[in-house]
């Protein structure tokens, strides 16, 4: 069974900036492609980005990208979403999910991720 092992969410002020690791245990990364998906109070959840592990192509959701980065650490099996001027619509719980599709081509953000980790908490406020 794959967990995935999250960290690194907390209270940051608009503008500022936060990493988010995320370590699956059960799989290597090489063979899967690995989302961040987010989900504030009453709203469905939203792809934020996704990258596969297996070429490291990625795909950014629109009101992320310029300021959101994935990226794989092979030699330590992570994960990780660098986060740059935040802005208090980027507040949200924070989940990482893999065990799909090995790749982030096309409408992503629909596809089938077996595997989701606990969330983590991201508060933007001033």
């Known amino acids: 069974q794959v967990q995935l092992v999250e960290s690194g969410g907390g209270l940051v002020h608009p503008g500022g900036s936060l990493r988010l690791s995320c370590r699956p245990v059960g799989i290597t990364l090489g063979y899967y492609a690995v989302a961040w998906f987010r989900q504030s109070p009453g709203k469905d959840h939203e792809g934020v980005s996704c990258?596969?592990?297996?070429?490291?192509?990625?795909n950014y959701a629109a009101s992320v990208k310029g300021r959101f980065t994935m990226s794989t650490d092979y030699a330590n099996n992570t994960v990780y979403l660098e986060m740059n001027s935040l802005k208090p619509e980027d507040t949200a719980v924070y989940y990482c999910?893999?065990?799909?599709?090995?790749?982030?081509?096309?409408?992503?953000?629909?596809?089938?991720?077996?595997?989701w980790g606990q969330g983590t908490q991201v508060t933007v406020s001033s």
């Open positions: 990258i596969s592990t297996s070429d490291g192509t990625t």
């Open positions: 999910v893999t065990d799909g599709p090995n790749h982030c081509s096309g409408p992503w953000t629909g596809f089938t991720f077996r595997a």
